[in-house]
């Protein structure tokens, strides 16, 4: 009997034991194990908001230099980075067969020459033999017969027309002396601007042969040490915060490769209308002037360009982290779930459609338009006891860390929730 006495003693002093630290219990592995949330503060400083994209530094101006004339090379006279100044003589082409030619269309043209004057003499001769039969007519008709005035007459007039045909002789050998003359300049390449050998096709010995096509020596690329393009392939969803920006007169900032640690500086010099599609994508090329007074930027070097569209100083700003975390449904207060809710019906999924609404290209243009304006309306969570409260906030400009804070009850130093901590002690 004292035992049941002793046991029952000892159940309700157990009994009430646990039923007196089970609540602590529960309190200790809830802190310990619970749920915790990582905060970020709400800070002032300096937003720049930019685009990012890659492209390929090219001279503002390529010469190509060709040849008209083919033969030979017998002499060249720059390589690959040579400075030239116009008019330096770059190559030579063998000219000897121009030259033969030059030299025998002004032996035409000399022959020519010769027969005007041939001619001449020979029409005033003719002239001078009708006149005087002309005055020994009127002396005496019977002195000069009808049929020999017609042949004073008509070889007066054949000499004429022979001199005509002489004097255009000598025209048309002019021509193809100048067109001799001509082609022996040719066999000179000269460069036709000031600035540097960028590429060589060509070297001492090689025959060009022009009658095909013409072919190409030399690319010369003037004034690089004044400016350089970069051409970048910028995504047509950008290309109105492109547009903004240019017409404010944003800088452009880019790095090359080459001297990764150095930073170099440019403007937007031209938004082109020729856009490029690949693979759905369609881009439009973005051209950025840059200055290179050293010759650091050369042609073909990849630049990794940051446009930037707009700078706020001093303004309120959000961690990125705390717009883009979302809580789960049992941790927000309860007038917060139909924010989820609302959320997980507007969030569409990777494919055609979902149950819970209609995808991207199942709206309408009215319904496109109205989410793009609306897009800047969010929500922010901050802890309150033991659950999550919502703050809608209107938000601006953002870069990597930060988004500018428009509207919303929000205060400086203000922790948000940016995620979860990993559970354990």
């Known amino acids: 009997m004292k035992r049941w006495v002793i046991a029952a003693i000892a159940l309700v002093v157990v009994g009430a034991v646990g039923a007196v630290s089970l609540p602590r219990m529960q309190a200790y592995w809830k802190t310990k194990y619970g749920v915790k949330f990582r905060e970020e503060t709400v800070s002032r400083g300096d937003i720049t908001q930019v685009v990012n994209s890659t492209g390929a530094i090219q001279p503002v101006l390529k010469v190509t230099i060709g040849t008209f004339v083919s033969g030979p090379i017998i002499q060249l ?67 000069i017969s009808d049929s020999e005035m017609d042949q004073f007459k008509f070889a007066r007039s054949t000499l004429a027309a022979q001199l005509e045909a002489a004097k255009a002789a000598v025209i048309q050998a002019k021509a193809n002396l100048k067109n001799s003359e001509t082609n022996l300049k040719y ?69 090359v490769y080459a001297y990764p640690t150095e930073l170099f500086h440019g403007t937007i010099s031209q ?25 650091k930027l050369l042609p073909g070097m990849t630049a990794n360009i940051s446009f930037r569209i707009e700078k706020r100083e001093k303004i309120q700003r959000i961690p990125n982290a705390a ?90 130093g203000q922790a948000l929730v940016t995620g979860e901590k990993p559970p354990g002690p």
């Open 77 to 143: 006279n720059v390589d690959f980075n040579s400075k030239v100044k116009k008019g330096d003589i770059m190559a030579l082409i063998d000219p000897r067969l121009y030259e033969a030619a030059y030299d025998s269309d002004k032996a035409r043209l000399a022959t020519a020459d010769a027969d005007v004057v041939r001619v001449t003499a020979l029409l005033q001769q003719a002239i001078n033999d009708e006149k005087r039969s002309k005055l020994l007519r009127a002396e005496n008709r019977d002195f």
């Open 271 to 295: 938004v082109r209308l020729n856009s490029t599609t690949t693979q759905n994508v369609v881009t439009y090329p973005v051209v950025v002037e840059a200055p290179n007074p050293e010759l």
């Open 323 to 412: 717009l883009r975390f979302y809580p789960k449904l049992e941790q927000v207060r309860p007038d917060d779930k139909k924010i989820l809710e609302g959320t997980a019906t507007a969030r569409p999924t990777s494919g055609s459609g979902n149950e819970n609404g209609p995808s991207e290209s199942q709206r309408s243009a009215d319904e496109r338009a109205k989410a793009g304006r609306e897009r800047n309306r969010r929500h922010v969570w901050v802890v309150e006891g033991e659950l999550l409260r919502a703050i809608e906030v209107t938000v601006g400009i953002a870069d990597n860390e930060f988004t500018e804070l428009l509207t919303g009850e929000i205060k400086d």
């Open 187 to 255: 066999t000179e390449i000269v460069a036709p601007v000031d600035g540097v050998v960028i590429d060589k096709k060509i070297d001492s010995g090689q025959t060009l042969a022009a009658q095909f096509q013409t072919p190409e020596l030399f690319i010369v690329a003037p004034d690089m040490e004044k400016k350089m393009l970069v051409t970048a392939s910028v995504d047509e969803a950008d290309m109105g915060l492109i547009k903004d920006a240019q017409l404010r007169g944003e800088p452009v900032t880019f790095t």
